[in-house]
């Protein structure tokens, strides 16, 4: 039997999923997003879709101009993706999507 060490960054993975589990039964479909690094081979965001009615998983095509996304937040009201860029000094953008179009509509640096 083979173990893997359990560290801060798989404890909080599993703490998560634990969390988010009792919160999607018995509810519908569920939009999240994955942000990343940018790399050689990886850039962008990911549309993750949860569907409740067959319990999966569906990973959306990249958002290349989204870029460095490590934290987002969203605002039904204003409909605006709020979105933690970390290149150099760090930005904080406004984006919006509208139907699979994300446009840039402000940042702002935040110096770390």
Known sequence: MRHTPLNRRLFLAGAAALTATPALAGTGDLNLFVGTYNSDTVKGIYPLTYRAADDSWTLGEVVPQVENISFG???????????????????????????????????????G
Request: net charge positive.
């Open 73 to 111: 937040a969203y605002s039904p009201r204003f409909k605006r993706h709020y979105l933690l860029n970390e290149k150099d000094d760090g930005v904080v953008g406004a984006w919006s999507a509208d139907k699979g179009a994300w446009t840039a509509t402000g940042e702002v640096k935040s110096h």
